[in-house]
């Protein structure tokens, strides 16, 4: 069974940063790409940023570009988002998933708050 754990969430101010974590188990987590989504209350759920199982290749959203760094450590099936410059627009749940350009397995989130 597909699990895909995600913490770090919590209450910051604007300007702060934060590092989610994403403790994958039950599968080869170094075959696999994965990325991060986030949904904030009331909107649909947008992607954020992926990265190929090598981590040599990532993607993000034009949104999060610069401010946001994706990256794994297949030894420890860790997925990792270092968010920096956090604004109130940032405010959501993040969620984990697996996948590189489809994405059929979600973890459960973890809530980011942002505050200005």
């Known amino acids: 069974e597909v699990q895909l754990q995600a913490s770090g969430g919590g209450l910051v101010q604007a300007g702060d940063s934060l590092r989610l974590s994403c403790a994958a188990s039950g599968f080869t987590f170094s075959d696999y790409g994965m990325g991060w989504f986030r949904q904030a209350t009331g909107k649909e759920r947008e992607f954020v940023a992926a990265?190929?199982?090598?981590?040599?290749?990532?993607n993000y959203a034009d949104s999060e570009k610069g401010r946001f760094t994706i990256s794994r450590d297949n030894a420890k099936n860790t997925l990792y988002l270092q968010m920096n410059s956090l604004k109130p627009e940032d405010t959501a749940v993040y969620y984990c998933?697996?996948?590189?350009?489809?994405?059929?397995?979600w973890g459960q989130g973890t809530l980011v708050t942002v505050s200005s």
């Open positions: 998933v697996r996948g590189w350009t489809l994405y059929p397995d």
């Open positions: 990265v190929t199982w090598s981590g040599g290749t990532t």
